[in-house]
């Protein structure tokens, strides 16, 4: 959205008028310390870049005109909008420019939402279909919370809820469910985005359908949300979560393809939820990211581990509510008859559906409280196809991971559906 700035200098004198020669940032656009260490990192803590200012809007009228000024300035500068600064190679950052802070507009109220408001919320009924008008900066912690006060819920999710609705839908926004539902870029009805030239434009796959197929999952080159209208269903009370141990990859990645053939959006007997993790050489089967197993179970899987080195976990889940209670235990009998997982080697929860959505939250609390969390965090998301998903067990999970003892940090391995 502009080129960098070739000198600081020429940043604070722009920095000077622009604070002054539009009146809504007087008071929202800070250069302050605090301000630029905030915006100047992310999640990842691999890269640091100090922006010349952070611009905290309180509406988007404040964004529209940031950028239109940086537009008609001789030596435009760059605008990264930052949600929960949750990317890992400063995506979210803006080198000697300007950091649009998204969570500042929490309590905005969505333009052209309609329907019941609910807090900062706008939800709406219609022909049967239900949705959500939701501002771009607001946490999908707060939209589940928001959102079940109605017995609703969206359908498609991240495994961390902690993160913006502008920020998962300009990545993919891709879970366990994705297999199903697709990811949350698929669940989207309609937006509102700022462009680059700072316009303000409603878009939707009828209407202006390149900028709304652009900005889904365009990274944030392409616009910054400020709506999102997102797809929701009657919320389910709670979740059989099962996980399964295998010690052969072709058995494990034959079940998990198996289980995601039933895949229809209205199915009931279709499983809501399917991931797979490594269990490795790393003390507890455990790790930070799930407390999943009891410890009496401890031993007998750190055993397993011992002797293959790698021992493969499928993880499905099952939602559930008043009406479907006494026929799940049936349906997920079904679906996991026949599979190879190792005899004895079955582990069964029943939990609430928000503590399943949220499970991740109490891993991060105790890194934080142990002083483990503000450290880099390298992430590598990777498609692989499934013709050499073998030759990448053999040649990575096998031949790097384990080989080289690399125990420190979850592998996830999972399958999705090309028409999802």
Same mark, same amino acid.
């Not at 239900?130 to 495994?159: F, K, M, N, R, S």
């Given at each position: 959205m502009g080129e960098k700035f070739p000198a600081p200098t020429l940043l604070i004198v722009i920095f000077f008028i622009l604070s002054r020669l539009i009146p809504t940032m007087g008071y929202s656009l800070r250069d302050d310390p605090e301000s630029i260490r905030l915006a100047s990192s992310d999640y990842g803590h691999i890269l640091?870049?100090?922006?010349?200012?952070?611009?905290?809007?309180?509406?988007?009228?404040?964004?529209?005109?940031?950028?239109?000024?940086?537009?008609?300035?001789?030596?435009?500068?760059?605008?990264?909008?930052?949600g929960h600064g949750h990317s890992t190679m400063g995506q979210a950052m803006a080198p000697n420019g300007v950091v649009v802070d998204m969570m500042s507009l929490k309590n905005h109220r969505p333009s052209h939402a309609s329907g019941i408001i609910v807090n900062?919320?706008?939800?709406?009924?219609?022909?049967?279909?239900?949705?959500?008008?939701?501002?771009?900066?607001?946490?999908?912690?707060?939209?589940?919370?928001?959102?079940?006060?109605?017995?609703?819920?969206?359908?498609?999710?991240?495994?961390?809820?902690?993160?913006t609705v502008g920020g998962t839908l300009s990545n993919a926004g891709i879970s366990g469910s994705a297999f199903r539902f697709g990811p949350q870029i698929s669940n989207v009805y309609e937006m509102d985005v700022v462009t680059g030239h700072g316009d303000f434009v409603t878009c939707s796959p009828q209407n202006n359908?390149?900028?709304?197929?652009?900005?889904?999952?365009?990274?944030?080159?392409?616009?910054?949300?400020?709506?999102?209208?997102?797809?929701?269903?009657?919320?389910? +009370?709670? %979740?059989?979560? #099962?996980?399964? =141990?295998?010690?052969?990859? *072709?058995?494990?990645?034959?079940? $998990?393809?198996?289980?995601?053939?039933?895949?229809?959006?209205?199915?009931?007997?279709?499983?809501?939820?399917?991931?797979?993790?490594?269990?490795?050489?790393?003390?507890?089967?455990?790790n930070w990211r799930s407390s999943f197993f009891p410890r009496s179970t401890y031993s007998r899987i750190t055993s397993l581990v011992t002797k293959h080195g790698i021992i493969y976990s499928l993880e499905v889940a099952k939602y559930y509510d008043q009406h479907t209670e006494t026929t799940?235990?049936?349906?997920?009998?079904?679906?996991?008859?026949?599979?190879?997982?190792?005899?004895?080697?079955?582990?069964? +929860?029943? %939990?609430?559906? #928000?503590?399943? =959505?949220?499970?991740?939250? *109490?891993?991060?609390?105790?890194? $934080?409280?142990?002083?483990?969390?503000?450290?880099?965090?390298?992430?590598?998301?990777?498609?692989?196809?499934?013709?050499?998903?073998?030759?990448f067990d053999a040649g990575v999970l096998k031949g790097v991971v384990l080989k080289r003892n690399i125990t420190t940090a979850p592998v996830l391995l999972y399958p999705m559906n090309r028409t999802k």
């Open positions: 640091r870049e100090n922006p010349a200012a952070v611009l905290y809007p309180t509406s988007i009228d404040d964004i529209s005109s940031l950028i239109k000024f940086s537009n008609n300035i001789s030596t435009p500068f760059s605008i990264a909008a930052r900062t919320f706008n939800l709406s009924v219609n022909n049967n279909n239900y949705y959500a008008d939701v501002g771009g900066g607001q946490l999908w912690i707060d939209v589940l919370h928001a959102t079940l006060e109605h017995g609703l819920a969206p359908v498609a999710w991240t495994d961390y809820l902690y993160l359908s390149d900028l709304f197929f652009g900005v889904l999952g365009g990274l944030g080159q392409f616009g910054i949300i400020t709506r999102a209208r997102i797809v929701l269903e009657p919320a389910p +009370k709670r %979740v059989k979560w #099962v996980r399964m =141990l295998y010690n052969d990859f *072709s058995a494990y990645a034959r079940d $998990q393809e198996r289980l995601i053939s039933v895949n229809g959006r209205k199915q009931s007997n279709a499983l809501d939820y399917l991931e797979g993790s490594l269990l490795i050489n790393q003390g507890s089967p455990n799940v235990d049936k349906e997920l009998e079904l679906l996991l008859k026949g599979l190879s997982f190792l005899p004895g080697f079955v582990f069964e +929860k029943d %939990v609430a559906y #928000v503590e399943f =959505l949220n499970r991740v939250k *109490s891993g991060e609390e105790k890194l $934080q409280s142990q002083g483990q969390w503000d450290v880099p965090h390298p992430w590598l998301n990777l498609f692989v196809p499934k013709s050499r998903i073998s030759d």
